[in-house]
Each structure stands twice: as C-alpha cells, then as structure tokens.
C-alpha cells in the first residue's frame, strides 16, 4: 500500500507530537538509504572555541578522536553502516594509520579542508592552498582519490561562490557544505533543501545540502550536530520519515567530540559556547544508536554514485 503523502505531511505539520508520530508509524516507510557522514576533528578545533584556542597551541592539547573512532566504528561495523568521513588534514597527519582503517572497512574519505579555517575568512588562493594541502595529505595516505568537500562549519555561502570553480580544478566531485536554514539560507548556492547542481565556469558540482524538517514553512535543523543534541529524538525521527516518505535521503552529520563527554571543558569560553559544545553529551551516543537502528544509513558514495555515468548524482542511486 502507497502511503498517503498528502495526509502524512498535513499531520506533521498539523497535529500534535503524539498524532504526528502515529500517522507515520501507521504508514509504510519506504525503503530508502540515508547518508551518515561524520566529520573528523579534534574536540579543541572547532569553531566555536576558535576565540580562545589559538591554532599555535592545538599541539599542546590531548588528541582524543581516536578512541571515540574506535567506538564510532563497530557500531558502523555492527549495523553495516557505511559513512563519509569529511576528514581534516592536520588530523590525517597525526592519524594515518586510522585513516586507512577507515578506509579499508569501506567508508569513503573525504576533505575537511586543512585547519578548520572558514571559507570566509579566506581568499580563493589561500583557500585553494588549504584544499590541495589536505587532498595531498589524504591522497598520499590512501593512494586513491579523494572526491567530497565540506567547509567547516558550513562557511561556503553567496559571497564565496568562487569555492565551486576551486573545487572543480582541485578535481573534487561533490560539495556537501550548504546547510539551509534561517541565516543560513543561501539562495544563489542552491534553490532548494535537496541535490542540486551548481554550475561553474568548467562545469557543474553536485551539491547535498544537510537536512532540515519544512515545519509549515519553518526550516528545522534536523541534520545532526548541535541540533541533534538539543532536539527531541521525535523531531529528528519525523524530520527524516517524512523525507523518506518523499523519496529522498537524510543527509546527516556527527562530530567524534560529540560522543566524548570526558573531553577536557574549555573555562575561558562563554557560556554560550560551552552550551553549544557539551549540551547533552552523556546521552548522545545512545540517541545516535538509536537512530542507527531506526533507519538506514550509507556514504555518498553509496548513495549518489552513479555507474554508469561515472560520477555523482543528485538523484539517489540505491
Ligand atoms: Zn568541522
């Protein structure tokens, strides 16, 4: 039986939690992959802490990415999970042995840029440095080619367009840095909250923005993260039925610090940011098994590669 799309999303928006949850248990979901991409960084380069951790002293802190890998990694492993691993180079330097574990248990690789420096902050030949630096560094470690990008904390906006045409000549296939919602509604980059195309001068890069939940026109962040955290497992589980009932895959992200609760806390920064970075830590990784069970989950690779025309699509493949 075909599920009613029209009633289904008409009580999403409408009814209560309570209703909203029955209507899509009494439907029949359809059977669609998910991407789960992670993106590999320390817990002390983020950007929330960039005002009072200076990149000169990253050395002097504990790296802890590991050992939280190794957990992230059978739980993939025990759920036949694969995942994209948006990874940065300073990290890929101190990691290549974790790296080509990764790899080697068949997630796909993926660019981070090299130090967690916003695409904002950059000019395009600083930014283009950063980008060959860490595709160098992961190409080397893996000996095949690297494909995706994702600026950190989803940087890449209007005012940086240029990034499409670097990332064409760096010989990148695909971008997944747009995260659509509120002020980071990004009209020129992409005129949609799914896959798109955005062209350049030597042709077009498929773009997979992160997912949000269209709450009766609202853009709810439902892709992971912070929001992840902060949201009621409800939403997110919604957010992602609903856009598997309209034939499109969740495009989600995690962070390795967010399933650290033991991780060194940062004092000297503001309330604010500590919120953003340690709000429900302790019950994450439950909350991220939880939905590890509910629903499927595969790299872009696995889901976007298309064979036949050799490259990735917008359209989902499996
Ligand atoms: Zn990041």
Redesign the pocket.
Known sequence: MTPDLKNVDKLITTGSVDQRADALQKGKPATITNVMSI?L?EWFQ?TNFEKVINRSDWERYPLRASNVMSILLDIFAEHNVRATFFTLGWVAQRYPKLIRRIHQAGHEIAS?GYD?RLVTTMTPSEFRAQLLQSKDILEQILSSAVNGYRA??YSFCNDTYWVVDELLEAGFLFDSSIFPFGPRRHPKLCVSRFPCLLPGKKGDLAEYPLSTLDWGGLNVPIAGGGYFRLLPYNIIWMGIRRLNYQRKAAIMYF?PWEFDPGQPRVTQASWLSKFRHYNNLDVNLSKFQRLIKDFRFASFKNVFWNKEKGKYDIQSQI
Do not use: C
């Open positions: 993106d960084e983020v981070h967690h950190p904390s962070h």
